[in-house]
Nanobody
Framework: QVQLVESGGGLVQPGGSLRLSCAASGSIFSINVFAWYRQPPGKERELVAAITSGNANYADSVKGRFAISSTNAKNTVTLQMNSLKPEDTAVYYC???????????????WGPGTQVTVSS
């Protein structure tokens, strides 16, 4: 079993910064992809950023403001969020594509989510 635990959410003023972290624990052979999704109030969940083999991709709405990074040795991923806007308000979810054993197919795991609120 794999668990993802997010931390770092909270309330911040427009233009401010927050740093989200996610740690994966359990019986993990490898993590193929780490990603952050978000779900704004009343809207569907959307991909914010993803990283695989050191290559990062971002939603157009966050390019130039957010940065995703991962530490494979510690099975962690962070999302540095700068120049935050009210429209960034959402529950942010950590997602990982995990291989549990050598040769096994990947499995998808989600964290419980952390609230980010951008408001003055």
């Amino acid at each position: 079993q794999v668990q993802l635990v997010e931390s770092g959410g909270g309330l911040v003023q427009p233009g401010g910064s927050l740093r989200l972290s996610c740690a994966a624990s359990g019986s993990i052979f490898s993590i193929n992809v780490f990603a952050w999704y978000r779900q704004p109030p009343g809207k569907e969940r959307e991909l914010v950023a993803a990283i695989t083999s050191g290559n990062a991709n971002y939603a157009d709405s966050v390019k130039g403001r957010f940065a995703i990074s991962s530490t494979n040795a510690k099975n962690t991923v962070t999302l540095q969020m700068n120049s935050l806007k009210p429209e960034d308000t959402a529950v942010y979810y950590c997602n990982a594509v995990v291989v549990l054993r050598a040769g096994s197919p990947p499995s998808y795991y989600w964290g419980p989510g952390t609230q980010v609120t951008v408001s003055s």
